[in-house]
């Protein structure tokens, strides 16, 4: 906007105010008597507070570190007040120590008294166990009465609540460590009872018996076939030999058996040398048995000397059939054992597997029982934990240790009002008289369509305006008149305000 008008808007501005001066000061007056008749009604609050510390720093804290409850915060800490603070029997106390108790005679009176009182109270934490009650009340001396008697009521009333809920918990949670270990008791008795019954084992156990019985098995099933392929070589061999021999048998069963260790020694010399274990064992055999052909020709010839025989017909028993029937014998009765061996480990093996058929039937009820001795043992040990702690902070609360709230700031007595007071509206009154007629004149000249200068009409039209004619005669106005009514308005409120104040 251009200035020139701007500054045209301001002279028609003051133009206004000074040809409508006396209604500019009638309404102010009106509006700044409205004002302090506000003021005069308004009844100031007075507001008192108490600051309380909740003290758990005591000198026991560093002994039982991690043994009772830690620091609340901030909102559960107001939470806790406020349930204990605001409950009905509390509230109810103090309406009737602080209030006319005349003017609560019935049921529906004193409730409303103290939902009004629940609403007027503030709680609030400014820091870390700290404690702000606030109380405004239009009377200083209620205001007082009612933030000491219900701070008082709520340190006694946490107190005995604290020791109330800790000898509650500590019985509580001694009766579940009496249940528990009946429970702990009953459990480990089923598990010996279960163990006692079943002495299979366990699966582990019986896998390995298994598994050595199946290898003695198998040993032994191996071990058999070879006896029996050992009894039908000596039946062949049996067979071959006669039972009865002449008297020089021996020696030429000797000498063949030489002829065929010294065929096999020279089988042997053809891939072996003298050292091998072989070549020497064959060479220390050839010499044991030609030294027995040696003796057996040397016996025979005494014999044929001396004229005897062993029997009537020259003939004796033959030592290899001899030596080896025996041997079969031997064979026979080895197979047998181990047959008999055989069968028995077969039977023991059968037990094992309808052993491991119950130890897996027994596996589920064990596994349960034993579950439920763990968890019942680790509640119950859980629960000891817990009774200690309970009973710790017990004697504490009992002790006074435990947390304890105590006053830090004591409720002062209030003097001056909270908020708004009297002297806010007196001077409030004339500011707002003055503001309200002044922004109503400067709004209807702004915004009025009459054009009041030029400048306003060239704005609109350019270069219609020919001429501006002068303002008429002004109208004398009698200021001492307008000056006396000024003052004796403001008179008036002086007065008003002085009054009231003095009251």
């Known amino acids: 906007m251009n200035p020139l008008i701007i500054l045209q808007y301001v002279r028609a501005i003051l133009k206004q105010i000074v040809n409508r001066i006396g209604l500019i000061i009638a309404c102010a007056s009106v509006v700044s008597f409205i004002v302090l008749a506000i003021g005069m009604l308004y009844k100031p609050k007075y507001e008192t507070s108490v600051t309380i510390f909740a003290d758990n720093q005591n000198v026991i804290k560093p002994l039982l570190e991690g043994q009772t ?22 509230l109810q106390q103090v309406v009737r120590s602080s209030f006319d108790p005349s003017r609560f005679g019935t049921d529906d009176l004193m409730e409303s008294a103290t939902k ?18 606030t109380y405004d009340n239009a009377d200083p001396e209620v205001s007082y009465a009612v933030v000491n008697k219900i701070t008082s009521l709520f340190i006694e009333e946490s107190a005995q609540n604290k020791r109330s ?26 598990l010996k009872a279960f163990e006692a019954d079943n002495v299979d084992g366990v699966e582990s156990q019986v896998n390995s018996s298994i598994a050595r019985l199946q290898s003695l098995i198998d040993e032994t099933s191996v071990d058999i076939e070879a006896g029996e392929v050992r009894i039908s070589a000596l039946e062949a061999q049996i067979a071959s030999e006669s039972r009865y021999v002449t008297s020089d048998y021996s020696a030429r069963v000797y000498r063949e058996r030489l002829a065929q260790l010294e065929q096999q020694l020279e089988t042997l010399k053809l ?97 349960e029982l034993t579950r439920d001795y763990d968890v019942t043992k680790n509640i119950y040990e859980d629960l000891l934990e817990r009774k200690e702690r309970a009973r710790i ?22 003097t001056v009002p909270a908020g708004l007071s009297f002297i806010y509206f007196a001077i409030a009154g004339p500011i707002i008289g003055l503001i309200i007629p002044l922004g109503i004149m400067v709004a209807w000249v ?33 200021w001492k008149k307008i000056g006396l009514s000024t003052a004796g308005v403001v008179a008036t409120y002086a007065i008003a305000t002085i009054s009231f104040q003095l009251i």
């Open 69 to 90: 409850a830690v620091t609340l915060p901030k909102n559960e800490r107001i939470r806790i007040v406020q349930e204990i603070m605001f409950s009905p029997r509390i």
């Open 116 to 133: 009004n009182l629940r609403d007027d109270i503030s709680i609030s934490a400014p820091a870390d166990n700290y404690i702000k009650i």
């Open 165 to 190: 809920e800790s000898k509650s918990a500590y019985t509580f949670i001694d009766e579940q460590v009496k249940s528990y270990k009946s429970q702990l008791v009953e459990a480990e008795n089923k």
């Open 271 to 367: 891939n072996y040398r003298d050292e091998h274990p072989d070549v020497v064992d064959l060479k220390l055999q050839i010499q044991d048995l030609k030294r027995t052909i040696v003796e057996v020709e040397n016996s025979n010839q005494k014999k044929s000397n001396q004229g005897g025989s062993d029997d009537l017909t020259g003939e004796k028993l033959n030592p290899i059939y001899e030596e080896l029937s025996n041997q079969l014998a031997d064979a026979k009765v080895n197979v047998q054992a181990m047959k008999h061996r055989l069968a028995a480990n077969q039977r023991r093996l059968e037990e094992q597997y309808k052993r491991r058929q119950r130890v897996a039937a027994n596996q589920a009820e064990l596994s």
């Open 393 to 414: 902070s017990m004697t504490l609360d009992l002790a006074g240790q435990g947390v304890t709230y105590k006053i830090l700031e004591p409720a002062a007595f209030p």
């Open 446 to 478: 702004v915004l009025d369509p009459t054009i009041r200068f030029s400048e306003q009409l060239n704005e609109i039209y350019p270069g219609i305006v020919l001429a501006v004619l002068p303002p008429a005669k002004k109208v004398k106005r009698s």
